[in-house]
C-alpha cells in the first residue's frame, strides 16, 4: 500500500447569515440569527463537501453597545444544544464549540461534551477558551473580570478536570452481563476526587468514557501563556494569520514548543482561518465582495474596528480622521493591534476605510478571487508549513459555502490535497489524530 | 363551534431501558444507556401517540454505592444535549428537562432553554428542581449539601432570574429592517440588572425570546415549601401519589394555593406518575410485569428501598427480616417513607419483599391489566379531581410504550378524553397554558 500523502483539514466557521459584518443586510440572506433549518442546510452541505468539521464560536453575553442594534450578533443558538440538533440530522461531519472555562464548572463542560460525543458516534471538540469580555463576568455574579494570567491558570485547572472526569470510566467498564446482573465492574471506576486552587472535584462522571476517548481539544490563544497552554493541552489550535510569512512564524513556533511537553508534532493541527470569497473570475468575486462591502454602515465599520483593537470605543473620533494613537490593549490582541495601526499607516487610511477593510473577514486572511488563486494560496500554505489546514469563513452562508463546495473543493481534490471520501468517523479520525488513553487505566 | 370537552395531557417518562430497576436484564431490552436511536425510537413512538410530551429526569453526580453496579442508571446522556437531539427528528411533541437550581448558574440554564425553545420551534418545558442528592455539592467545590430551606430561597430566586432574562426581548424587538440597517429596535431591550441574596446577574439574555414566550415551568416538589413554590411559579406539576384519595387531597391542596397568587387553577395541571404495564388480559399483564419481577436481586430491591425511604443504607439488615425502624428522614421523603412502612406492616412483609415491591414503579402508582382496565382508572382520577394528565412511567423501553400507544390511547380516545390529532404546534398548546406576557413591555 502506497502511504497516503499528507492531506489538510477543512473546518466551516458557522456564524448566522455569515462572517460579514453587514451579510444580514443582503437580499439573498435570512436574517434571522435563530432560524435551525439554515444551519441544518448549511452542516449539510459542509458535509457533502466532505469537511472534517463545522465550528461555532461563543461569548456569555449580549452585545449591547451602542452600534450593536445594527448588527446581527446579538442574540444566537447556544453552542452545545445547537450542535446537539446538528448531530442528529448528520453523519459523519465534525461539531465543534468554543465554551469559555471562566464562567463554567467543569462538571458540566465535561458532562455535556461527552454526552454530545456519545450523541454523535465520536464527533465532537471543545473550543477551550478564556472569556475576553467583561460582561460576560457581570452575568456570573462578579463585579469585574478575571485577570488574564488567571484566566490562564483556571484555564489549565478546568483542562486536567475535565479530561480527568472523562476518563472516570475504564472503556469496557460497562459490561452489561444481563445473567449475572453485573451492569459495569466496579474496579473500571475512578473516582476523581480533584482539590485544587480553582476547583473541587469529587466525581466521577455520570457519562460513560465517549466514542472518541476525549473530544478534540480546540484552542484559539495567541499570547505567550496562550501558546504555552496550547503546547501542552491542545490537538487544534485556531488562529487568525496576515501573512504567509506570520503564518510561517506562528507555526513553527508552536509545532517548536511540543517537544518539551513530550509531544510529537502531527499531534497538534494547525489551522489558520481564511476568508473566502469564490468567483468564476477575479473581478467576479470582487464584485460580490463589493456587494457586501456596500452594505456596511460606517460607524459599524469602525466599532468592529473598536473591538477588534482590543475594546476601544471609537465612537467620539472623526469617521474621515485618521486612526487615533491608542494605548497599548490589555486584552490579548495586542499583534493584531499592532498590525492595524501599520496598515493604516502604510496605506493613510481613513478610520471609517479601515473599519470597512476588517468588516468582511474579521482580522483573518482574506482570499478573493478564482478557485484556482485561493487553491494556490492554500497550497503554499499548508506546504510551506504556515497550516495543517484551514479553518473557512464565508461573507454570508450558506450559499458563500455552498461556492467553495462546488469550486474550491473540488480543486483542491484535484490537486491531491484533499480526501475524496470520508475514510473514518469520528472527527479525530478526520483529523489525523490518536485515540488518547485513559490515563487511569 | 361546541366546546372541546376538557381533555387530559400525557407525559412519556423516558429512562434508558425502561423504569423497572431491573429492566436492562430483560432479554428484549437494548441495555446501552448511552444508545441515541434507542431515544429517537421512543420519542417517535411517543409523538405518533399524540403525547403531550417526553420527559427526563436528572442528576448531577453518578450513583457509585455498593449496589450502583447491579442497576443501569450510572451514566446517562445529559438531558439538554439529548432532548436538543431530539428535537430535530420529532415535529410536535413537547421536550421537558429536568436541570437543578442549587448546582448551575442561572444564565447558562435561562440560556440553554431559550435555546432548546428556539430549536423546537416552542416545544420545551423546564422541570426545575432542587438536588437532593449531597453527591452532586462534591462535584461543585462544595463540602456539604446546601440545606433544605436555603435550597428553595435559591430555586425561587433563580426562577425569577430565568424567567426575567426570558424577557430581556420584546417579542417584536428584532424588526430586521435591511434598508435601514437596523437589526433590532433598543427600546425593546430590557437589561434585568438581578441584585439578590444568592445572585447578581446584569443580562440582556444573548437569545431571543422564544417562541413560547418561556418555555413551560414544571416542579415535582411536595413538601410544604415545594407545594408553595410550585403555586408561585410552576404550571406543571409532576407528583408521586399511590391511590385516588391521596391524590384528590394533593389536587385540591395544590389548585386551592393559587388564587393567593392570583392565579387561576387552570393555569397548573397537576399529572400524576402513573407506571403502566398493559396485557390483552389481566393475567397477560400480571406475567409481563413477574418476568420483570423475578430478575431483581433482593439487594438490588433493598438498596432503591433505602433510597426511597430518603438515603438510607440498609444493606447491615437481614434481608428476610422486617423494615427496621428507622429515624425520620431530613430529605424531603417523609410521606413517602410514612406510607412504605404502613405498607411494610400490614402486609407483613420481609425487607426483601419490600423492595421488590418498588422496583417497578419506584413508588408511583401501578396499572397492570388491560387497557380497558388502565383506561377505567386514568378517567377516574382525571374525572375526580386527582389529575389532569399523567407522567406515564413503563418497565421496559421503547416495548412497553408501544403497548401503551397500541391500547391504552385508543382507548381514552374512544372515550373522548384525549386528542385524536396534535391542535396546536407548542408545548404549551398541547398542554393548554397561554402564552405568558412580557414583564417588562
Known amino acids: 500500500m502506497s502511504k497516503q500523502p499528507r492531506q489538510l483539514?477543512?473546518?466551516?466557521?458557522?456564524?448566522?447569515?455569515?462572517?460579514h459584518v453587514a451579510a444580514w443586510r443582503h437580499p439573498d440572506v435570512q436574517a434571522n440569527p435563530l432560524d435551525f433549518s439554515s444551519?441544518?442546510?448549511?452542516a449539510q452541505i459542509a458535509e457533502a463537501a466532505l469537511f472534517d468539521a463545522i465550528f461555532v464560536a461563543d461569548s456569555v453575553a449580549?452585545?449591547?453597545?451602542?452600534?450593536?442594534?445594527h448588527t446581527s450578533r446579538s442574540v444566537y443558538f447556544e453552542p452545545l444544544t445547537l450542535l446537539a440538533a446538528l448531530s442528529a440530522v448528520t453523519e459523519r461531519i465534525g461539531l465543534i464549540s468554543t465554551v469559555?472555562?471562566?464562567?463554567?464548572?467543569p462538571y458540566h463542560v465535561a458532562r455535556k461534551f461527552a454526552s454530545l460525543d456519545h450523541l454523535s458516534g465520536g464527533r465532537c471538540g471543545w473550543n477551550l477558551v478564556t472569556s475576553d469580555a467583561a460582561a460576560e463576568a457581570y452575568n456570573f455574579g462578579r463585579d469585574a473580570h478575571i485577570p488574564h494570567a488567571e484566566r490562564y491558570a483556571r484555564a489549565r485547572e478546568f483542562h486536567k478536570v475535565v479530561t480527568g472526569l472523562w476518563d472516570s470510566w475504564a472503556d469496557d467498564a460497562f459490561g452489561r452481563d444481563k445473567e449475572a446482573g453485573q451492569f459495569y465492574e466496579p474496579t473500571k471506576l475512578h473516582v476523581l476526587n480533584h482539590v485544587g486552587e480553582h476547583f473541587n472535584v469529587q466525581g466521577p462522571l455520570n457519562v460513560a468514557r465517549?466514542?472518541?476517548g476525549r473530544p478534540v481539544?480546540?484552542?484559539?490563544?495567541s499570547s505567550e501563556t496562550g501558546r504555552e497552554l496550547a503546547a501542552e493541552t491542545a490537538e487544534v489550535v485556531f488562529t487568525a494569520q496576515t501573512s504567509l510569512a506570520k503564518a510561517q512564524a506562528f507555526y513553527a513556533d508552536l509545532k517548536g514548543r511540543l517537544a518539551q511537553f513530550g509531544r510529537r508534532e502531527d499531534s497538534l493541527k494547525i489551522m489558520p482561518g481564511v476568508f473566502v470569497v469564490v468567483g468564476q473570475s477575479t473581478s467576479e468575486a470582487r464584485e460580490k465582495f463589493e456587494q457586501f462591502q456596500e452594505l456596511v454602515e460606517p460607524q459599524v465599520g469602525v466599532a468592529l474596528l473598536g473591538r477588534m483593537l482590543g475594546n476601544f470605543?471609537?465612537?467620539?473620533?472623526?469617521?474621515?480622521?485618521?486612526?487615533?494613537?491608542?494605548?497599548?490593549t490589555e486584552n490579548g490582541q495586542q499583534s493584531r493591534q499592532k498590525l492595524l495601526t501599520e496598515l493604516a499607516g502604510a496605506e493613510n487610511l481613513t478610520l471609517a476605510q479601515l473599519g470597512r477593510r476588517i468588516a468582511g473577514g474579521r482580522g483573518h486572511y482574506s482570499l478573493i478571487g478564482t478557485a484556482s488563486d485561493i487553491a494556490d494560496e492554500l497550497q503554499a500554505w499548508f506546504e510551506g508549513r504556515a497550516a495543517d489546514g484551514f479553518n473557512v469563513l464565508v461573507p454570508h452562508l450558506p450559499a458563500g459555502l455552498e461556492d467553495v463546495a462546488n469550486y474550491v473543493v473540488p480543486e483542491l481534490q484535484r490537486r491531491g490535497l484533499f480526501r475524496?471520501?470520508?475514510?473514518?468517523?469520528?472527527?479525530?479520525?478526520?483529523l489525523g489524530l490518536s485515540r488518547p488513553a485513559n490515563q487511569f487505566f
Open 9 to 19: 483539514s477543512l473546518g466551516a466557521f458557522l456564524m448566522a447569515g455569515g462572517h
Open 39 to 42: 444551519y441544518k442546510r448549511t
Open 62 to 69: 449580549a452585545s449591547t453597545d451602542a452600534i450593536a442594534s
Open 100 to 105: 469559555t472555562t471562566s464562567y463554567n464548572e
Open 210 to 212: 465517549s466514542p472518541q
Open 217 to 221: 481539544i480546540v484552542q484559539a490563544g
Open 313 to 328: 470605543d471609537l465612537s467620539g473620533y472623526p469617521l474621515d480622521g485618521p486612526l487615533p494613537e491608542l494605548p497599548l
Open 420 to 430: 475524496t471520501q470520508y475514510q473514518g468517523s469520528t472527527l479525530r479520525e478526520h
